[in-house]
């Protein structure tokens, strides 16, 4: 059976002059509009939609990915305010996401950037967006581990640092004093569990910590140095956002992976850019993500 607010593979019925239509099970028959039938369809195939309603309450499929389904957090701009509707926020699909004005914790204008949950609404049937956040998380205990990977989206600003909703269930922290450059609100990453506090408040991180974050780092560094015939022109006096695009982690693990390198003696200061001193075999982990890294470098 097809989901309402999610992607669905579905199977081909029949065709018709707008298009395809799928089987949505107990939804029945879903029109996927010709403009989105993908080319060298193979007969049998399943089709990989999102399925919603139009501007015309019908439920239709569509192979384009929404900025964020049912369930979901997401950014979204406002594109327009129906004075006796609420507000409408580009979806990224063609029809925009209405905030009713009882789902806005504060008024929203054309042209506002806001952080919003995507529901549905067990009245109508219809997906709706929310600005009243705290609503849709989860109040359970979080049963994260420290270091753990995860997602999250920043939601907003605060004197300590950066809210942001993680894994689209819990509220989580990162701290300024632990960034190395400013995060964009409605950014969505990937990061780690720095620690669940009791009453279960969550510091987050955007680098794994200590040793598992050092020794795989050191590797990627030693595998850019051999495919780059043993120099980089990154050094501990590159910008952070230089290392946060080139290596993906924070300037304060570069620096700490380059100090445990140097210490070794496996590599040298150029001031700029350092240099492999020694042929010692090294980590293959890196290599792939290294050789993208190193064209970048050079």
């Not at 400013?182 to 950014?187: C, D, E, Q, R, T």
Request: aromatic residues 8%; without cysteine; charged residues 25%.
């Amino acid at each position: 059976m097809a989901i309402l607010g999610k992607r669905n593979l579905l199977s081909i019925i029949r065709e018709s002059s707008p298009g395809l239509y799928l089987d949505g099970g107990e939804l029945g028959e879903i029109l996927l509009p010709g403009r989105y039938i993908p080319k060298n369809l193979v007969q049998g195939q399943k089709l990989d939609v999102f399925v919603y309603r139009d501007s015309e309450d019908r439920l239709v499929a569509t192979t384009e990915t929404p900025n964020a389904m049912v369930g979901e957090f997401g950014y979204m701009k406002v594109i327009n305010v129906h004075p006796q509707v609420g507000a409408f926020l580009d979806w990224g699909l063609a029809k925009d996401l209405l905030v009713p004005f009882r789902e806005q914790e504060f008024p929203l204008r054309v042209d506002d950037w806001v952080v919003v949950y995507i529901g549905l609404d067990l009245k109508s049937n219809r997906i709706l967006a929310s600005t009243r956040l705290n609503r849709h998380l989860n109040r359970e205990p979080a049963a994260y581990r420290a270091g753990q990977p995860v997602t999250f989206l920043v939601t907003g600003k605060t004197p300590l640092g950066y809210n942001a909703i993680v894994e689209n269930a819990h509220r989580g922290l990162l701290y300024k004093s632990q960034l190395s450059a400013a995060l964009k609100i409605g950014a969505k990453l990937k990061g780690f569990i720095r620690e669940v506090r009791a009453g279960g408040k969550i510091d987050l991180s955007l680098d794994a910590s200590g040793y598992k974050r050092v020794a795989p780092l050191t590797n990627l560094i030693v595998s850019a140095l051999q495919i780059s015939g043993g120099k980089l022109a990154f050094d501990d006096d590159s910008s952070p956002a230089e290392i946060r695009q080139n290596f993906g982690v924070s300037k304060k693990a570069f620096k700490q992976a380059l100090g445990k390198l140097y210490k070794s003696r496996r590599i040298a200061f150029l001031k700029p850019g350092i240099e492999l001193r020694d042929n010692e075999s090294w980590s293959p982990a890196g290599d792939a993500q290294a050789a993208v890294m190193t064209k970048k470098a050079k």
